[in-house]
């Protein structure tokens, strides 16, 4: 390949399943000696990455980035919105706060953001040999169409053949795939080379007559069939089906599903070992009595705060800390632990809160948003966290509230707060506090589910594209790369 060669996937639908496979694709064309970046061009997530340069993008690109062997860069994400209301996000671009905006405002001014896009993309297109984009949504929200920037319009800027995936295992998905292209422009059909039908569980040759029927109606391919795979890897959103109470095991760690919650995969090391149960709970039926407390990030911290005094969940939270339940909170988890929370500046509507006062903080938002990568050693830690001292930790910080103590972990007795995300990601971390929670309960700790975090991570991102080689036409993918649009 002499110039680079772009290739989109599209949805039919959220979670359909589109960054997983962009990332299995990125891992594969890795595989095979090319050099590969993902590319979206608007994001909408609470989930987000600080770069190393200080700039803030979605984490589904840095999951992709890492299956293609490259660092992160804000080049793969130009646009991020960060909901803050049900009508309204905080528009992020080029990895610094462009402002607030209602949807019906953004809607109107995302034209304006287009040669932002197009510097990004084709920075990326110059320094590798493939360009993985990937959609948002589906490209048949007729209501959206109008000066489309990130499924069919960014498609046309960037001359991408689009490959359309279905979601098999919500059912429907002829009616899926065939409705998407339907409602498609004619020039749009065009530009589909291919679909997929992902997240199958069963005998493939049940479905052969099914998808000869679907060849005669959208008239392309089908590029595969790709299974339901089981991997490791972090999910884009809040539709993940992490976000679910789950049963208790030996162990049981409980995270606070708050409304607005956001990078809830810093707790992902907690669930890859055997014995511990990772729950997202929303009530006081689902909380139980959990050997560790965890109240994560959020786009809104005084509105959740609240949410959590409304329904019983702070006064419970309390009640257990007060018996020596350990609680963590992290970024807007930490701000709510403490005495205080005031918006001089109006960042979440204005106005000042009283937090559960368990850590002696007081949080004031600041007119800029700090974003940085950090990194240390513990040291000064009692408690449940008393084995974490010496060990080195490394993650990054996105928060507007400033909280008065630049230690990496604040405490007051069995109570905790830390505003890195990313904080329990380094070896050796999450498996010291699982260790301690195991002491903690007269158990023994099974050594053998000890393991690399880093080597485990790419043996996931390799068994991802296993399951994606396996189910789809390889050839048929690069002769539409070949051929393009």
Known sequence: MNKVKPIMIQGTMSNAGKSLLCAALCRIFKQDGYRVAPFKSQNMALNSFITDEGLEMGRAQVVQAEAAGKKPSVLMN??????????????????????NMRAADYFKYKKQLIPDIMK????????????????AGSPAEINLKTD???????????????????????????????????????????????????????????LAP????????????CAGVVPYVNVDIDDEDSLSERLTAGS????????????????????????????????YVKNLFELG???????????????????MRQNGLEAEILKKASRGTPVFGVCGGLQMLGRTVSDPH?????????????????????????????????????????????????????????????APVLQKENVYGSYIHGIFDENDIAETIVRALYAGRGLVFDANAVFD???????????????VRGAMDMDLVYRILEEGI
């Open 78 to 99: 130009p646009i991020l919105l960060k909901p803050t209301t049900d009508v309204g996000s905080q528009v992020i671009v080029n990895g610094e706060v462009l402002g």
């Open 120 to 135: 990004a993309y084709d920075t990326l297109s110059s320094e590798n040999d493939i360009i993985v984009i990937e959609g």
């Open 148 to 206: 489309d920037i990130v499924n069919m319009g960014m498609a046309k800027m960037a001359r991408a053949p689009v490959l359309l995936v279905g979601d098999i295992d919500r059912g429907g998905v002829f009616a899926q795939l065939y409705g998407t292209v339907a409602l498609l422009d004619d020039d749009e059909r065009k530009i589909v080379k291919a679909t997929v039908i992902n997240k199958f569980r069963g005998d493939v040759s049940i």
């Open 210 to 221: 099914g998808l000869d029927m679907l060849y005669d109606l959208v008239k392309v391919p």
């Open 248 to 279: 208790r095991k030996e162990i049981d760690i409980a995270v606070i599903l708050l409304p607005r919650i956001s990078n809830f995969t810093d707790f992902s090391p907690f669930s890859r070992f055997p014995g511990v149960s990772l729950r």
């Open 289 to 307: 009595s959990p050997d560790l407390i965890i109240i994560p990030g959020t786009k809104s911290t005084m509105s959740d705060l609240k949410w």
């Open 346 to 406: 109006g960042s979440e509507g204005g106005g000042e809160i009283n937090g559960m006062g368990l850590l002696d903080i007081d949080t004031v938002f600041a007119e800029q948003k700090t974003r940085t990568q950090t990194e240390g050693v513990f040291s000064g830690l009692t408690g449940l966290l008393g084995g974490l001292n010496g060990l080195r930790y490394r993650g990054y910080e996105i928060h507007m509230g400033q909280s008065g103590d630049n």
């Open 453 to 467: 975090i880093h080597t485990y991570r790419e043996s996931q991102y390799d068994k991802l594209a296993e399951a």
